[in-house]
């Protein structure tokens, strides 16, 4: 029976499951595109390999059938994975859907087939054409087509109005959408863009039915896709369920009967539920430090800990069109109070990682030349005393007060906790409004919100063209409310850039600019676990959270 029910009660969960009994430079870059490429199409910092039509799956012999037990901290804030930007929502409706082309776990670079078994791409770089798979079917029996795939791209290009395209920005460049052929959709591109076959693999992309999208504009209600599993029951507060599809387009897959996340808000409840056997996998992005990894580690030595970089960069995030904030010696000054130090060892002991505006790597300004600048160091009195100075240059000597903005997740507010103490060393008062997740979604999006925390960047991929549309003017996911209109230009002339070096140079420019600008102030770039019993089998935990979350591959041992 396929439903979603009304319920809250935490103990209904617990019952439930009782009753159940840093990363490293790139290698060089690869030519510049051909005529036809059957991977990633333009110079990428790790080159992708050749296309395959299954994934890598396990050395030991997979074994058919059981319930992977794993959960979430949150009721499903948006099911319309097009319109959603967490990994709250997306790790949960992942099964169920498919993309056109998908990314590596292993190396999430790497861009191979998914619902398009190969494309390829025109001598100017602004043609792709995706062949898709024939007999692929959404999970009511109805056909894929090339139709589905233009509607379900044309809405996160150009969406309609009361559709929030969280991804707009990254499709900047596509002019239009063809569909020659029910199999074949073609993407004209305005000007090349050296990163687009990874923006097309961008987990959130899923390819949705046109006759859904036509009939109610949205996929809140209606979770159908060509994906290994298939939805089949979700209890508000309690669990979400999908179920083995069995006519799954990639022969042999899934081995698992089906995946069931349990709604667990606290974290020491979910912490008690694993290490006594009753969930399998915690992950992604869990926020225990190492002190607690190793208590877990005592009571369960059994337990994986595979671990990888998130493209998550915590910071404290300032409204930059609201006052005091428009001044940046207001910003400099809460650059220089908050002790990047104290808040890496309170907040994420072993598993934080120091950097500026892009993921450490390839792309990044080397982390050893920004610990050099002001604020950005080992904090010293003379830190406070300068932000104490430029807050009273500013206007503001005796400090002032301004509201922050969290969601009720104890890991969160415990950080808004630091700030206080943090700021209040130099004046500021801050005020914490702690609200529930929906409610604290509504504040994000809004332009009048006065400061906030956690990911001020959040995406998918560590490729510029996806990081830096987080700074752009206007787009949904630029959360400081930032202006740049250099920026913006220098953006476009990067994304266009098909040598490595030449674009290189220009996201180095960007980086230096915002370094300048400080519309918010970062204090870490988010190392994250998984931890799941050894029975599971076939999982891979990639780089940046989202990839190969649909459970394909993964099966349980005896």
Same mark, same amino acid.
């Given at each position: 029976?396929?439903?979603?029910?009304?319920?809250?009660?935490?103990?209904?969960?617990?019952?439930?499951?009782?009753?159940?009994?840093?990363?490293?430079?790139?290698?060089?870059?690869?030519?510049?595109?051909?005529?036809?490429?059957?991977?990633?199409?333009?110079?990428?910092?790790?080159?992708?390999?050749?296309?395959?039509?299954?994934?890598?799956?396990?050395?030991?012999?997979?074994?058919?059938?059981?319930?992977?037990?794993?959960?979430?901290?949150?009721?499903?804030?948006?099911?319309?994975?097009?319109?959603?930007?967490?990994?709250?929502?997306?790790?949960?409706?992942?099964?169920?859907?498919?993309?056109?082309?998908?990314?590596?776990?292993?190396?999430?670079?790497?861009?191979?087939?998914?619902?398009?078994?190969?494309?390829?791409?025109?001598?100017?770089?602004?043609?792709?054409?995706?062949?898709?798979?024939?007999?692929?079917?959404?999970?009511?029996?109805?056909?894929?087509?090339?139709?589905?795939?233009?509607?379900?791209?044309?809405?996160?290009?150009?969406?309609?109005?009361?559709?929030?395209?969280?991804?707009?920005?990254?499709?900047?460049?596509?002019?239009?959408?063809?569909?020659?052929?029910?199999?074949?959709?073609?993407?004209?591109?305005?000007?090349?863009?050296?990163?687009?076959?990874?923006?097309?693999?961008?987990?959130?992309?899923?390819?949705?039915?046109?006759?859904?999208?036509?009939?109610?504009?949205?996929?809140?209600?209606?979770?159908?896709?060509?994906?290994?599993?298939?939805?089949?029951?979700?209890?508000?507060?309690?669990?979400?369920?999908?179920?083995?599809?069995?006519?799954?387009?990639?022969?042999? +897959?899934?081995? /698992?009967? *089906?995946?069931?996340?349990?709604?667990?808000? #606290?974290? !020491?409840? =979910? $912490?008690?539920?694993?290490?006594?056997?009753?969930?399998?996998?915690?992950?992604?992005?869990?926020?225990?430090?190492?002190?607690?990894?190793?208590?877990?580690?005592?009571?369960?030595?059994?337990?994986?800990?595979?671990?990888?970089?998130?493209?998550?960069?915590?910071?404290?995030?300032?409204?930059?069109?609201?006052?005091?904030?428009?001044?940046?010696?207001?910003?400099?000054?809460?650059?220089?109070?908050?002790?990047?130090?104290?808040?890496?060892?309170?907040?994420?002991?072993?598993?934080?990682?120091?950097?500026?505006?892009?993921?450490?790597?390839?792309?990044?300004?080397?982390?050893?030349? +920004?610990?050099? /600048?002001? *604020?950005?160091?080992?904090?010293?009195?003379? #830190?406070? !005393?300068? =932000? $104490?100075?430029?807050?009273?240059?500013?206007?503001?000597?005796?400090?002032?007060?301004?509201?922050?903005?969290?969601?009720?997740?104890?890991?969160?507010?415990?950080?808004?906790?630091?700030?206080?103490?943090?700021?209040?060393?130099?004046?500021?008062?801050?005020?914490?409004?702690?609200?529930?997740?929906?409610?604290?979604?509504?504040?994000?999006?809004?332009?009048?919100?006065?400061?906030?925390?956690?990911?001020?960047?959040?995406?998918?991929?560590?490729?510029?063209?996806?990081?830096?549309?987080?700074?752009?003017?206007?787009?949904?996911?630029?959360?400081?409310?930032?202006?740049?209109?250099? +920026?913006?230009? /220098?953006?476009?002339?990067?994304?266009?850039?098909?040598?490595?070096?030449?674009?290189? $140079?220009?996201?180095?420019?960007?980086?230096?600019?915002?370094?300048?600008?400080?519309?918010?102030?970062?204090?870490?770039?988010?190392?994250?676990?998984?931890?799941?019993?050894?029975?599971?089998?076939?999982?891979?935990?990639?780089?940046?959270?989202?990839?190969?979350?649909?459970?394909?591959?993964?099966?349980?041992?005896?």
């Amino acid at each position: 029976m396929r439903k979603i029910v009304a319920a809250t009660s935490l103990w209904l969960v617990l019952g439930l499951l009782l009753a159940a009994c840093a990363p490293a430079a790139a290698p060089p870059p690869q030519p510049a595109p051909t005529k036809e490429a059957p991977a990633a199409t333009a110079p990428r910092p790790t080159p992708p390999p050749p296309a395959t039509t299954t994934p890598v799956l396990p050395t030991d012999k997979p074994i058919y059938g059981g319930m992977l037990k794993t959960f979430g901290v949150n009721d499903l804030s948006n099911s319309d994975l097009h319109q959603a930007f967490s990994y709250l929502d997306h790790n949960p409706m992942a099964p169920i859907y498919s993309l056109l082309v998908r990314s590596d776990p292993k190396d999430i670079n790497k861009i191979g087939p998914d619902l398009a078994e190969r494309w390829d791409v025109s001598a100017d770089g602004k043609a792709y054409t995706f062949y898709l798979r024939r007999g692929v079917k959404f999970h009511d029996g109805t056909p894929l087509t090339s139709a589905d795939v233009k509607a379900s791209f044309d809405r996160i290009v150009s969406p309609p109005k009361g559709v929030l395209s969280q991804r707009q920005a990254y499709f900047d460049a596509v002019e239009k959408v063809e569909t020659p052929d029910a199999n074949i959709a073609r993407f004209i591109l305005k000007r090349p863009q050296a990163a687009f076959p990874a923006i097309v693999a961008v987990p959130f992309n899923a390819v949705f039915p046109k006759a859904i999208l036509d009939q109610k504009g949205d996929m809140k209600k209606d979770m159908m896709g060509t994906g290994p599993f298939r939805f089949k029951e979700y209890i508000r507060g309690v669990q979400f369920e999908v179920e083995k599809n069995p006519d799954y387009f990639l022969p042999g +897959l899934p081995y /698992l009967d *089906g995946v069931m996340r349990y709604i667990i808000p #606290d974290s !020491a409840a =979910a $912490k008690g539920a694993f290490v006594t056997g009753r969930l399998d996998l915690m992950q992604p992005s869990l926020y225990y430090g190492e002190p607690e990894l190793k208590e877990m580690k005592k009571l369960r030595p059994d337990m994986v800990i595979p671990q990888a970089l998130g493209f998550s960069l915590f910071s404290f995030i300032p409204n930059n069109d609201k006052k005091p904030w428009t001044d940046i010696r207001v910003r400099r000054a809460v650059m220089l109070a908050l002790d990047k130090d104290a808040l890496l060892a309170k907040h994420f002991p072993g598993i934080g990682v120091r950097g500026g505006f892009m993921p450490p790597g390839f792309w990044a300004i080397p982390t050893e030349e +920004l610990l050099k /600048l002001p *604020g950005w160091g080992k904090q010293t009195p003379e #830190d406070i !005393a300068e =932000a $104490k100075r430029l807050l009273a240059e500013a206007g503001y000597p005796n400090g002032f007060s301004a509201t922050f903005y969290e969601r009720n997740i104890r890991e969160y507010v415990d950080q808004a906790v630091s700030y206080q103490g943090l700021l209040g060393k130099i004046g500021i008062d801050l005020k914490l409004d702690v609200r529930e997740n929906a409610a604290w979604l509504i504040i994000r999006r809004s332009p009048n919100f006065d400061t906030m925390g956690e990911a001020s960047v959040n995406v998918e991929t560590g490729d510029p063209d996806v990081v830096v549309t987080r700074y752009l003017s206007g787009t949904s996911g630029n959360y400081a409310q930032y202006k740049n209109p250099k +920026l913006d230009q /220098l953006y476009r002339e990067q994304s266009q850039t098909l040598d490595v070096a030449e674009r290189k $140079k220009k996201v180095l420019e960007i980086q230096r600019m915002m370094i300048e600008d400080l519309p918010f102030m970062p204090w870490s770039w988010q190392v994250y676990y998984a931890i799941h019993s050894p029975k599971v089998k076939g999982f891979i935990l990639p780089d940046g959270r989202y990839v190969g979350q649909n459970m394909e591959a993964v099966w349980l041992a005896r």
